[in-house]
C-alpha cells in the first residue's frame, strides 16, 4: 500500500457546545462553520452546516464524528463522513481544551474520511478508502487527507 495526498483543509469551527457526560462519555458538538480545501485533483470551501459529534471517553480518548459538505471550485457537492480519535498526555489534552495552539506532534488525530457525491466528474471518490491526519486549533481543525493506494 501506498499513501497519496489527496487534499489539505482548513475546517473553521464554533465554540463547542458541551452537553454533559452520558452513558459513553462527555458529550460534545462542535459546529462548522466554513473553510477552504486544496489539492492536486479538488479544491474549494467547506460549506458551513456540518459538525463534529464527538463523545470524550473516560480514558480520555475523544471519539472524532464529523459530517460535513465540501463544494468544488466547480460547483460538485461532496458528503463527508469523517471519523477517528484524538487522544494524548492528559497535560497535552488539558492545552487543547483551554484553547491552545499545541504542535500536533505532541497527540495523536488520526481519521478516515469516506465521500459521496452524485457528481460524476468526483464518482471515483465513492469508491476510495483515505485516511487523514489532523490538528486542532483553537477555531479550526487542519487534516492532511490521503487515498490508500
Excluded at 18 to 36: S, V
Excluded at 130 to 137: D, I, K
Aim: charged letters at 25%; a neutral charge.
Amino acid at each position: 500500500m501506498r499513501l497519496q495526498a489527496l487534499f489539505k483543509a482548513d475546517i473553521e469551527l464554533a465554540p463547542a457546545q458541551e452537553l454533559g457526560a452520558g452513558p459513553l462519555g462527555r458529550r460534545r458538538i462542535i459546529a462548522i462553520t466554513g473553510g477552504r480545501f486544496v489539492g492536486e485533483r479538488l479544491s474549494g470551501r467547506v460549506l458551513p452546516g456540518g459538525a463534529d459529534w464527538q463523545v470524550i471517553r473516560a480514558d480520555g480518548v475523544a471519539e472524532l464524528d464529523a459530517r460535513y459538505t465540501l463544494e468544488t471550485g466547480d460547483g460538485a457537492l461532496i458528503y463527508v463522513r469523517n471519523r477517528g480519535f484524538r487522544h494524548g498526555p492528559a497535560e497535552v489534552l488539558k492545552r487543547l481544551a483551554a484553547g491552545e495552539n499545541v504542535d500536533p506532534a505532541q497527540y495523536y488525530m488520526r481519521t478516515t474520511p469516506l465521500f459521496e457525491t452524485g457528481d460524476e466528474r468526483y464518482a471515483w471518490l465513492n469508491r476510495m478508502v483515505c485516511v487523514a491526519s489532523g490538528a486542532r486549533r483553537p477555531a479550526a481543525v487542519e487534516l492532511e487527507v490521503f487515498e490508500i493506494l
